[in-house]
């Protein structure tokens, strides 16, 4: 399935203006509810649906991560992001191999990271990493689906927590035609303003998974797209894990009061 054009150019105009939330739903039911509370985009977790799997963040392959973006854009009429990590592979040709799966999925944008793979060399040298941004554009380009790129840096994710050279990247991936720009990991306003300040007049994308900051605040500082990762699947394995404590260890059922209805929020009739 090729991205509804309406879908991609309804993600293109939320990246035109204001400061809009991407919440990161890990299956088609956490897709689905979200939709249904008047979120206008999603974006897909590669930490959330790994742990779906029973496996950690990094584990899953191309062709499981493909799937994954059909049935998530499937699930829902919104344009959905997919978190393409870092292209599934090395090389420019074959991160362009694949990107050009990914945009059949219905996906209305992607990301591509520059985290090499290698605990020991986490980011793929600059160089590299660029030349993998400008095959990415070229396999949109050569699509015509107009799907949306975003560049990502992951030094702070993978512990590189260095500014400039982030700045630096991202700066040089807007060069190379990514259409939004991401820093995962970044907690501190000044880098937010700086990073935006860099990269401008091309949107930035914030991860939000601690309470550092507000929508209200991140829009101040000139962000235009936030996200959150797997933050919200965390928090339902959270409320998962406690329930299940308690009846393991206190033989207590204390947690299943005010439960949601979700066959009434689900239903699609």
Request: with cysteine.
């Given at each position: 399935m090729v991205a509804g054009a309406d879908r991609v150019a309804?993600?293109?105009?939320?990246?035109?203006?204001?400061?809009?939330?991407?919440?990161?739903?890990?299956?088609?039911?956490?897709?689905?509810?979200?939709?249904?509370?008047?979120?206008?985009?999603?974006?897909?977790?590669s930490s959330g649906f790994a742990w779906t799997t029973g496996r950690p963040d990094n584990t899953l392959g191309r062709d499981e991560t493909l799937a994954h973006l059909r049935l998530i854009s499937a699930a829902v009429g919104l344009p959905v992001n997919?978190?393409?990590q870092?292209?599934?592979?090395?090389?420019?040709?074959?991160?362009?191999?694949?990107?050009?799966?990914?945009?059949?999925?219905?996906?209305?944008?992607?990301?591509?990271?520059?985290?090499?793979?290698?605990?020991?060399?986490?980011?793929?040298?600059?160089?590299?990493?660029?030349?993998?941004?400008?095959?990415?554009?070229?396999?949109?380009?050569?699509?015509?689906?107009?799907v949306l790129l975003t560049a990502r840096s992951e030094?702070?994710?993978?512990?590189?927590?260095?500014?400039?050279?982030?700045?630096?990247?991202?700066?040089?991936?807007?060069?190379?035609?990514a259409d939004c720009l991401y820093a995962p990991g970044i907690t501190s306003v000044h880098h937010v303003s700086a990073i935006v300040a860099a990269v401008a007049p091309k949107p930035v994308n914030?991860?939000?998974?601690?309470?550092?900051?507000?929508?209200?605040?991140?829009?101040?500082?000139?962000?235009?797209?936030?996200?959150?990762?797997?933050?919200?699947?965390k928090t339902a394995w959270r409320g998962f894990l406690d329930a299940a404590k308690a009846i393991k260890e206190q033989g207590t059922f204390s947690d299943f009061v005010d439960l949601p209805d979700l066959n009434r929020l689900l239903d699609r009739s």
């Open positions: 309804e993600f293109r105009r939320l990246h035109a203006s204001g400061c809009f939330v991407m919440p990161n739903p890990w299956d088609a039911g956490s897709a689905r509810a979200l939709a249904a509370m008047g979120f206008a985009a999603l974006a897909t977790t997919a978190d393409f870092n292209g599934f592979a090395t090389e420019p040709d074959g991160v362009a191999t694949n990107v050009a799966l990914a945009v059949q999925t219905g996906v209305a944008g992607l990301s591509i990271e520059d985290f090499s793979g290698d605990a020991a060399q986490p980011l793929f040298e600059s160089g590299l990493a660029v030349e993998r941004v400008k095959a990415a554009r070229a396999a949109i380009d050569d699509s015509r689906t107009g030094g702070f994710v993978w512990d590189r927590p260095d500014i400039d050279e982030t700045i630096r990247r991202l700066s040089a991936y807007a060069e190379a035609g914030l991860l939000i998974h601690t309470p550092f900051t507000t929508v209200a605040e991140a829009a101040g500082l000139g962000v235009r797209r936030i996200s959150i990762g797997g933050a919200l699947a």
